[in-house]
């Protein structure tokens, strides 16, 4: 195929909708709603000490409200994932919206720290789980050959929300204290509700299917519909498995570095603004590295699971080297290994994510992404802890950093169990399987995506026209 034929035909599907057109909308519209959620959630360590302070409670239980809201937010993603292939992407998305400005709305009223893990944590982290899994899949089922590249683009939100957020954040409190800077995030929130009223809905007939009156009562049959829904077959898939358990176990260490790279740099001798400078150059490169990563991995040259194993254990082997960095005393040493993780940190993210379709299919990619966060919630939720409960034996963090990047050196050999993964090309990903058809109910945006070429034809295509 010549460049020329191959260009026209790229210009012709663009038309039609991937890789172009409104799928650049959508892009904007993830940038804000992720910017509006993982954030947001970055940036809520300002409150803490104001919290410390009004309810005189311990660090410890303070801590449980930006937990119960980052395990809410995973914990429903296959709730939003299942509303989504059962009803209406569009509402799923902007009910989440409101439901995240309502928990923050409510928790300025707060009188007590059960008032907070109700309303910032449980009620904006359904809101959050109804919005982020979603929005993920809506941008992946617009776009095919620049997939990555988006999803990189749309993932930098997350790191320059958390600058802008963070002094944004200080300024409200200071200005209107806690309770008026909690009823001002509430309102920013609002802003995802139009974000998923741009998620555009295909139309679908409204005419209701003839079902069996005893069908429709059987317990069976709803049991069924729940399972399809939450693409629960995929939990006896083994591409599909073994990934998940990859993701999970590199889940473990991933956060340990924004936890306390901070602390140690400080227990390593240096100033507090030499410390904080430290991760904040971690989280500039991190934003190159979603960045970069996308559009390379976009250029076809290599598979996204090779690339996503590669970053994968550079990561963890950066992140081994923290401790060791810093053990001469060299703030030099310790700034280029913390932007070195930073970068490859940011790299397999938006990969994480790219890969699976390639293990599912399109059209089973928001049941997917749904479980993945569900199952990898406690990994995430682990890290931490294992990591200060090694700081408090040892006395120091070599241990932590080192457990941890050992965690993301096991998961990528994990991912060299997967079927076909010293194969050149990406298999064909397993069909559904299952007795109800899903056809009519598949949210639009997936639906669109069955009728398009497949990503492996569109990689022969490209290199057949080099």
Known sequence: MS???????????????????????????????????????????????????????????????????????????????????????????????????????????????????????????????????????????????????????????????????????????????????????????????????????????????????????????????????????????????????????????????????????????????????VMSAAGATDILGRILSGWFSDLGHFRLIHLLSVWTALAGVFIMLLPVSSLTGSYAALMVISMLYGFCSGALTSLAFAVVPKIVGVERTMGGLGLLQLIESGAGLLGGPLSGFLKDITGNYVASFMVAGSFLLLGSLTMVTLPHYFSRTDPPPPQRRSLVDKSKSLHPELQQMKSLPSDSNNQTAQHSGR
């Open 3 to 277: 460049k020329s034929k191959q260009r026209s035909e790229s210009k012709a599907g663009e038309a039609e909708g991937p890789d172009g057109g409104w799928g650049w909308v959508l892009l904007a519209a993830m940038f804000i709603s992720t910017s509006l959620v993982f954030g947001l959630m970055r940036s809520l360590g300002i409150f803490f000490v104001e919290f410390v302070h009004y309810f005189e409670e311990s660090a410890q239980a303070i801590s449980w409200i930006s937990s119960t809201g980052l395990a809410a937010q995973q914990f429903f993603s296959p709730l939003g994932a299942a509303l989504c292939n059962a009803y209406n992407t569009r509402m799923v998305v902007m009910t989440g919206g409101f439901l995240a400005a309502l928990g923050l709305i409510l928790a300025s009223q707060a009188t007590c720290l059960v008032h907070l893990y109700l309303t910032m944590g449980l009620i904006s982290g359904l809101g959050w789980g109804l919005v982020f899994s979603p929005m993920v899949a809506t941008v992946m089922a617009n776009f095919t050959r620049r997939r990555t590249l988006a999803l990189g683009l749309g993932f930098s939100s997350i790191g320059l929300s958390s600058f802008a957020f963070n002094p944004l954040f200080q300024l409200l409190v200071e200005t209107y204290a806690w309770r008026g800077a909690l009823l001002i995030l509430g309102g920013l929130s609002l802003n995802i509700v139009p974000c998923g009223a741009l998620i555009r809905t295909q139309q679908q007939s409204k005419a209701p299917e003839k079902v069996d009156s005893q069908s429709r009562s059987s317990c069976a049959d709803v049991l069924q519909r729940v399972s399809s829904y939450l693409e629960l077959s995929l939990l006896f898939e083994r591409p599909y498995v073994t990934y998940t358990l990859g993701i999970t176990l590199f889940n473990v260490g991933y956060f340990v570095p924004y936890f306390h790279l901070v602390a140690h740099s400080r227990l390593a001798g240096f100033s507090e603004y030499q410390a904080a400078f």
